[in-house]
């Protein structure tokens, strides 16, 4: 059996069915300390005359060998890959196997190759910030036994200048109840903690530098009149109509996330979604019995409710001043109003403004006459309704996407080239967007979250949204995750980001925009879609790095 093997660039995603050919040979790259380099190893036999599966072994040869982790890229199931009313940038729109999983290699680092099918290994090298500078090869070796059966090298070129550190804030919606799920563990047990820490390990070492914080159980994604596990993070006392709060395990999850990298704390929404109708789920020890307080039966302008609500923040504020992490919570009231929720999202916010209004209160809002009201100073428009907000000068900017984003603009679905979901990092730089966000770190439920799904055989939600939107990794063994494609080119757009801010540094801005441009003007809604332009912009702006 012949096996052909080609380094590619990480920005392509390999089906099963395509040719191996039709792959354009990448292999080399630069980068700056600090940073991960990414590249793909495409590979398949020509041989149809032996058995259709053989067996390799993989070998890496390298100075940076220590530095180097290989996984194979898995094809996963997506019966969904976009809506009808999608535009036409994507790879495919017909249901099938996609590329996307990255799963570590079995033992003794084997993989096989079949006739006729395009397999992709996924490769990245973490840079060193004591690195010393020049061209470090990368050597990939596939031996069938010890008959070498296939071979490439890959040179990166490392830049002696440190990736800057990460200034925009980035959140993508942390699911403690999905961990517990999927485990099938009780919440808030030491397995429970110990899965939590890891699923928010690899968040930080992706750029998420922000976890959402579930003092309460947050009130998202859940039907009406339905609830989701309770992962409420403070205990709540009411004797006799008082209130008094527990914050151990409050403290521990601050503990646990600044051990791992995160940053910023996202207290979970005060209120429901669409509307600040009524209240979150919240749990009690009720003059001594555990039970739920308040909910969907509660009207969020009780006076019950109010009442608790302000007691709540004003102890909670306290403990996080006690804690030293005050300054760096980020609150919300409720998720997405719109204009008919404009009366009681002011007045669910008057209800409690004058205890967090020196910290950040924001909410995803994306209609810009509802934000003219005043009603909301920090607004997180989606990234196809953001020029308002933009021409307005908007300060301190955020955007974000979910399902709804898959016309003309950047997104992570599964079925879009990685190149659209990358792009976002130069239009982060343009305007200069200070923070981001995206719902589906790990929601493994389905719609309304009436009940959890198995990610691995069900990529939308059930049919919820496109494959890619729910979750950006997989529940790995031992509460491990397991990144995807869609994910890494995130990351990589936010590496994009914190390179350029340092061109521009160095440089200048102009210098920097005539690169991000020099294909045309580049706005959220219109970029260039060559297959290669995110790959060779970075380049350019590396090598503007390091001629300053």
Request: aromatic content about 12%; proline content about 5%; some cysteine.
């Amino acid at each position: 059996m012949s096996i052909l093997l080609k380094l590619v660039s990480a920005m392509e995603k390999c089906f099963m069915d395509e040719p191996f050919s039709s792959k354009k040979e990448k292999t080399r790259s630069s980068a700056l300390l600090g940073e991960e380099v990414c590249f793909e190893a495409a590979y398949t036999s020509d041989d149809p005359a032996e058995s259709p599966k053989a067996w390799l072994t993989l070998s890496v040869s390298s100075p940076l060998a220590e530095f180097v982790r290989v996984r194979q890229v898995e094809q996963i199931p997506v019966r969904y890959p976009a809506y009808p009313s999608s535009d036409d940038y994507f790879l495919r729109k017909t249901p099938g196997l996609y590329p996307d999983l990255l799963r570590d290699l079995a033992p003794g680092n084997t993989v096989f190759a079949t006739y006729g099918e395009l397999k992709s290994l996924f490769v990245t090298v973490k840079i060193p910030e004591n690195l010393s500078g020049g061209d470090y090869p990368v050597t990939l070796t596939l031996k069938r036994g010890e008959e070498t059966a296939a071979e490439a090298t890959y040179t990166v070129h490392v830049i002696e200048k440190v990736l800057p550190k990460q200034k925009m804030i980035v959140t993508e919606w942390f699911h403690t109840d999905c961990i517990a799920n999927y485990y099938n563990l009780e919440t808030f047990s030491e397995q429970h903690w110990d899965h939590i820490e890891k699923f928010m390990r690899t968040a930080a070492e992706n750029g998420i530098n922000t976890v959402l914080t579930p003092v309460f159980t947050p009130p998202l994604d859940t039907a009406v009149g339905g609830e989701r596990r309770t992962v409420q993070l403070v205990d709540v006392y009411r004797e006799n109509g008082e209130y008094a709060f527990g914050f151990d395990k409050l403290e521990r999850w601050v503990e646990t996330a600044q051990r791992v990298g995160v940053e910023y704390f996202e207290v979970s929404h005060l209120y429901t979604q669409w509307g600040a109708a009524h209240a979150p789920k919240i749990m009690a020890y009720d003059n001594g019995e555990y039970r739920r307080i308040f909910g969907w039966e509660t009207d969020a302008f009780s006076e019950e409710y109010k009442t608790f609500l302000r007691t709540f923040l004003t102890a909670f504020v306290a403990e996080m001043k006690r804690l030293g992490v005050d300054k760096q919570c980020l609150y919300h009231i409720s998720d997405e109003p719109g204009l008919g929720h404009l009366e009681n999202y002011k007045r669910a916010k008057a209800q409690i403004n004058d205890i967090i209004s020196d910290y950040i209160i924001m909410d995803a809002l994306s209609d810009f006459e509802f934000y003219k009201t005043g009603a909301l100073d920090n607004p997180i428009p989606a990234n196809n309704h953001i020029e308002p907000f933009i021409e307005a000068g908007v300060k301190n900017l955020w955007t974000y996407y979910c399902c709804g984003q898959t016309y003309k603009v950047s997104n992570r679905m599964v079925a879009m080239p990685s190149q659209r979901t990358r792009v976002i990092g130069a239009q982060f730089w343009k305007y200069n967007i200070a923070g981001f966000l995206q719902w589906g770190y790990n929601f493994y439920n389905d719609q309304g979250s009436t009940r959890s799904i198995n990610p691995f055989a069900v990529t939308d939600g059930d049919y919820f949204v496109p494959a890619g939107d729910c979750f950006a990794v997989y529940p790995g063994e031992n509460g491990v995750p397991m990144e995807t494609l869609h994910m890494k080119a995130f990351t990589m757009a936010l590496y994009d980001r914190r390179a350029m801010d340092l061109a521009e540094e160095l440089a200048g801005r102009e210098a920097v925009l005539a690169l991000v441009e020099s294909r045309g003007e580049v706005t959220f809604s219109d970029y260039p879609h060559d297959e290669d332009y995110v790959d060779e912009l970075r380049e350019a702006v590396n090598e503007l790095i390091e001629r300053m």
